[in-house]
């Protein structure tokens, strides 16, 4: 019967980032933090330029966290993560713009 150790099972893990890589996502997390709050604060841009701003800096931070601190570039086996987590974007879309539509167009008669 052969024991197992914790040593053993460690070969089997997927690798974790190197600092390196940890300080690059940190720096790029902060810049993607500070450029809509400074736009929006100093009143650069109003209105639909200042909400295009605000999404576009989300979606790089978004991916900036993927790459970085969840390491989904590094994977070995099959993207299993990657599917779970599109099957939850999707599904926080749906709710989202379904409950966006619904308010827009939620008209009671009179």
Do not use: C
Request: aromatic share 8%.
């Amino acid at each position: 019967m052969a024991q197992h150790t914790a040593h053993d099972n460690h070969d089997s893990h997927e690798s974790h980032g190197s600092l390196k890589s940890y300080v690059i996502g940190f720096v790029l997390s902060l810049v993607l933090t500070i450029i809509p709050l400074v736009v929006v604060l100093n009143d650069m841009v109003e209105g639909t330029a200042a909400m295009v701003v605000l999404l576009v800096t989300a979606v790089l931070q978004f991916v900036v966290q993927l790459i970085f601190f969840m390491h989904l570039r590094e994977e070995q086996k099959p993207r299993w993560n990657l599917m779970a987590l599109i099957l939850g974007i999707f599904i926080l879309l749906t709710i989202v713009i379904g409950s966006i539509w619904i308010m827009t167009y939620n008209t009671v008669a009179h």
